[in-house]
């Protein structure tokens, strides 16, 4: 599935330092949209709870340009594979502390030796964003520090990859500067600040 193969994010030209990005705020949303990702429809009922809008991303825009790709991606594994479909892709917004952010959502159902692997995932984006902020509100909510952290100048990432308490089998936090090589939405690479959650379901 193609949010969860990769963070398509992108950066624009105001932004916030780690010491002034409301990461606590922009916690709180992610949390209202992406808090139990069981399905696009429990998303899409979060999003109208929580005051996300559903919209249709403008195709020159960077996350039309994510969703546009993902699209095309899809569209060459489905007929390749007929044990895998993937969903349609649906996208939200809401202003967050005077930030603009934007979310997407997608999944995917794999049948597999006798098994059907249902993954649903749920990211948000600050297009905006121009640093990595301090990870510690979405440590206090996964109860736990992460399981992994990278910071290489091209990418800070810090992920909780299993044992997480709440309804999330992974919870990853990812900012790209767009000065590095891996900044590029329109190929679907990173790009600014994206926060995702990832669940996985297994039935007989």
């Not at 105001?14 to 949303?29: F, H, K, L």
């Amino acid at each position: 599935m193609i949010a969860l193969l990769a963070f398509g994010l992108a950066a624009g030209s105001a932004g916030a330092t780690p010491s002034t990005y409301p990461a606590a705020a922009v916690v709180d949303a992610f949390k209202g949209l992406c808090g139990n990702p069981a399905s696009i429809d429990a998303i899409r009922a979060a999003a109208r709870d929580n005051g996300w809008a559903e919209f249709i991303p403008a195709p020159s825009s960077d996350l039309g340009k994510i969703l546009a790709n993902g699209k095309a991606m899809a569209s060459q594994i489905a007929p390749k594979d007929a044990k895998m479909q993937l969903s349609a892709f649906v996208a939200f917004r809401k202003t967050v502390a005077g930030r603009d952010i934007e979310a997407t959502t997608d999944a995917a159902t794999i049948a597999a030796s006798g098994k059907t692997i249902t993954a649903t995932g749920c990211q948000i984006y600050d297009f905006t964003a121009r640093a990595m902020p301090d990870d510690g509100a979405l440590t206090a909510w996964a109860g736990r520090a992460p399981d992994k952290k990278i910071d290489t100048g091209q990418i800070s990432m810090s992920s909780w990859d299993n044992g997480l308490a709440r309804p999330i089998s992974k919870l990853t936090i990812a900012y790209t500067p767009a000065t590095s090589p891996l900044a590029d939405p329109a190929r679907m690479v990173m790009l600014g600040l994206s926060i995702k959650s990832q669940q996985f379901t297994v039935t007989q």
